[in-house]
């Protein structure tokens, strides 16, 4: 096992398009999340998921994001009609526990929006 | 809403020098971790610390989480320019229902040749 996959790494797109992302977490981590960062911040969580079921999702997460992860194993997350603010790195991590004892994390999708 | 506060927030300094780096909240935490981030990267786990007052040892890296379990420390000796990277706290909140981190906005750490 490679670790935690995410495609693409960067993606540079026109304000107003749709675009989704790809992640494939470590194959015996049932957990997975998604988290975002901007430049000089931490990264700052936008949602959960246990198997496939989405248990916990953030204020950040606008009715533009959705997350699914059909058959507990991928996950996709999609922006529908992109802003320029949406522009940050998308994170995503994968655990066996919920949260307590750290995340293996993907290197990132690096989102422009122009 | 809980928050982690680093310090500093930028840290440059020569090769062979010791460091400390701090993580503060007025929040409790049920473990807290450490990750460090390399640019265009994503963080990297380096230790979680579960128990109030606990210190973990990494080759030359010690951390320490506070008895109250609210704030942790991170001290390196003989720093490396190999060392060089954004070093990011994040505290896993207590009780059922969230499992969301809670991270610092990191100390940038730049450990000169």
Redesign the interface.
Known sequence: DTG?S?DPRHKITKRGQNVTFRCDPISEHN?L?WYRQTL??????LT?FQNEAQ??K?RLLSDRFSAERPKGSFSTLEIQRTEQGDSAMY?C?SSLE???????????T?LTVV | TQLLEQSPQFLSIQEGENLTVYCNSSSVFSSLQWYRQEPGEGPVLLVTVVTGGEVKKLKRLTFQFGDARKDSSLHITAAQPGDTGLYLCAGAPTGAGSYQLTFGKGTKLSVIP
């Open positions: 935690v995410q957990r999340y000089g911040q931490g990264p700052e969580f959960y248990l916990e953030s994170l991590a919920a949260g307590v004892y750290g995340y293996t994390f993907g290197s990132g690096r």
